[in-house]
């Protein structure tokens, strides 16, 4: 079993799961 990781193309900050990843990107979609 892998360990990925999702990393935030915008601050590259890396996630464990999408699920945290997809949350985070929440704070770049501000508009």
């Known amino acids: 079993m ?3 990781k999702y990393k935030c193309e915008i601050c590259n900050k890396e996630f464990p799961s999408k ?3 997809a949350a985070h990107k929440r704070v770049h ?3």
């Open 19 to 21: 699920k945290s990843l």
């Open 29 to 31: 979609k501000k508009k």
């Open 2 to 4: 892998s360990s990925e």
